[in-house]
């Protein structure tokens, strides 16, 4: 049988891949850091600290990427995430049930 734990990433780099994305978008925009700072509102150090190791604060990240016009990719994170089993499934069709009762 195959481990598949060594098939995951790491927070990091999970993070660091995150981080490469947002580079390339920056880059292909032909936006500097210290634009993307201003235009943001995060600081030139926390831009910089991001795509160098991935670290940023989600607020951040939310504000770099409304800087970018990519908001709808990070709000589109989670959305569409497939049921790993019948019964998390059927608790999310108790909890729509719960949602419209209380209506």
Not at 20 to 48: M, T, Y
């Amino acid at each position: 049988m195959i481990d598949l734990s060594i098939l995951s990433k790491t927070p990091k780099e999970i993070d660091k891949l995150i981080a490469a994305r947002i580079r390339n978008i920056r880059r292909r925009r032909k936006i500097s850091q210290k634009r993307l700072s201003e235009k943001s509102g995060v600081s030139l150090g926390s831009v910089k600290r991001f795509e160098s190791s991935g670290e940023i604060s989600l607020i951040s990240l939310t504000k770099i990427a409304i800087a970018l016009d990519i908001e709808n990719e990070l709000e589109g994170l989670f959305e569409h995430v497939p049921f790993l089993s019948i019964e998390e499934l059927i608790n999310e069709e108790a909890e729509r049930e719960k949602k419209l009762n209380a209506l």
